[in-house]
């Protein structure tokens, strides 16, 4: 459903405010009010996007009206509208933040017109500024949401590097925010004015990653056309970030030692040395020591790469952040599918913070993403959007269930008790409400509970 942006008339005269009601009111939310304190009024309870304010007006003049509504909040436009052309009104209204100014009589196509021009356009500058926003935090720890003791010490701890040039070897499971993190460490140190560039070494087919890594010479090889220049000399001066480094083969973790060692690359093709001034930053979510001991990884790049270890720890180990971050995903997404979200309910927050995230902060940012798109637009986010499988303690996995011995029926009813509760205690043993997340009648969840020995007096 599309929320329409809301536009105030303030006009004394009723009929110039009922004529413009019947103008815009196919097209927008349309409150009015008849004298300016009453329009003040409504702006400070009601979400405004433009006002059509009337010059003339015995309690208060317009223009002392529209100095007041950008006071209390800038972003909201206004179109000055008034029966006299008087051209020192209209400066006046312009230096005070009017976007336009409308003399009677009026065409109702012209006042639309006007109306779906500085909306779209209002639209347009909010979107630039929230990209502008995104772009800034991007770059440094305002991307990185957190209160725990973890990742406190984890925002510590980038401060301290962010101003050398020590190679840094982050640790975490997919989803956790590693490349995040090495964004954050570059464009919070003395490099951030150089490249930043990102190679995942495992997603990038091995026979190609020499030349990904190194560039070549024209003729080098069969389709060597032309030079090209690799990642370490697109990076020069500033952050090689080589994601998933366990997936790089045995032969270029000796090349990347020997660059890490002498400060220079060569081209495939080529035997002229490039000397390159980087920092390298690692990331992997395997155990590179274990890799070590399997002969997979070598040890002498492991202490290169290692010099400072920063682990990021997966997000069940740091539910006091959910909160955090399903508000930040939110307030994302609200704007990008320009929905009116205003939060969640405490339930919903309890059962986001229960749940153990397999899938780390991107599961976090997919389920948002999901529960906003599929949202009338305006309510709040409650128990009854949460997905079940999220209501369900999933770490009580199927295999745990058939150690226990019974059979398929005796798995059936384990399993079955596990998310009666879990959806019991994520609605705080409300009874109607866990049979309506359940998709059950609430005397067939009565009946269920009695089988299986739950007790619903909570």
């Not at 990653?209 to 990076?235: D, L, Q, V, Y």
Request: glycine share 6%; proline share 3%; net charge negative.
């Amino acid at each position: 459903m599309e929320i329409k942006p809301t536009v105030l008339i303030v006009d004394d005269e009723l009929g110039a405010r009922q004529s413009l009601e019947v103008i815009l009111e196919d097209h927008y939310r349309v409150l009015s009010a008849e004298s300016g304190q009453m329009g003040l009024d409504i702006v400070r309870k009601e979400s405004i996007d433009l006002v059509l304010l009337d010059v003339h007006m015995p309690d208060m003049d317009g223009l002392e009206v529209l100095r007041k509504i950008k006071e209390e909040d800038e972003g909201i436009e206004a179109v000055m509208v008034s029966a006299l052309n008087l051209a020192r009104k209209a400066v006046e209204a312009i230096k005070l933040g009017a976007c336009d100014y409308i003399t009677k009589p009026y065409e109702p196509d012209d006042i639309l017109s006007t109306v779906n021009r500085v909306i779209s356009q209002q639209k347009l500058q909010r979107e630039l500024d929230f990209l502008r926003k995104e772009m800034k935090e991007s770059r440094g720890l305002g991307q990185i949401i957190g209160q725990s003791r973890a990742m406190l010490e984890i925002f510590n701890l980038i401060k301290k590097v962010a101003f050398t040039s020590t190679h840094i070897l982050i640790k975490g499971e997919s989803g956790t925010g590693k490349e995040l993190v090495a964004r954050s460490i570059h464009y919070q140190g003395n490099r951030k004015d150089q490249p930043f560039v990102a190679i995942n070494c495992a997603a990038i087919p091995s026979e190609l990653m020499e030349s990904e890594m190194f560039g070549h010479e024209k003729g080098a090889f069969t389709g060597a056309h032309t030079r090209t220049i690799g990642k370490f000399e697109h990076a020069n001066g500033g952050t090689l970030f080589l994601d998933e480094i366990s997936a790089l083969r045995s032969d270029l973790q000796a090349k990347l030692l020997r660059v890490l060692q002498e400060k220079e690359i060569e081209r495939i093709g080529s035997n002229r040395p490039i000397k390159i001034n980087i920092r390298v930053i690692s990331a992997t979510n395997t155990d590179l020591e274990e890799a070590i001991a399997q002969g997979k990884f070598r040890q002498d790049l492991y202490f290169r790469l290692n010099v400072v270890p920063i682990s990021i720890p997966p997000l069940c180990e740091r539910r006091e952040d959910v909160p955090l971050l399903a508000q930040h995903f939110l307030n994302k997404f609200n704007i990008a599918f320009h929905k009116r979200i205003s939060g969640f309910s405490e339930k919903a927050l309890d059962a986001l913070s229960r749940y153990h995230w397999p899938g780390n902060i991107r599961e976090l940012e997919n389920l948002i993403e999901r529960i906003v798109v599929l949202s009338s637009g305006e309510e709040l986010i409650d128990i009854k959007h949460i997905p079940i499988e999220i209501l369900m303690d999933s770490k009580q996995d199927i295999e745990d269930l058939a150690g226990k011995g019974g059979g398929l029926s005796k798995i059936r009813e384990e399993f079955e008790k596990r998310i009666i509760l879990n959806v019991l205690e994520a609605c705080q043993w409300n009874q109607t409400e866990a049979a309506r997340v359940l998709k059950i009648s609430r005397a067939h969840l009565i009946q269920r509970a009695k089988q299986f020995g739950i007790s619903l007096k909570k």
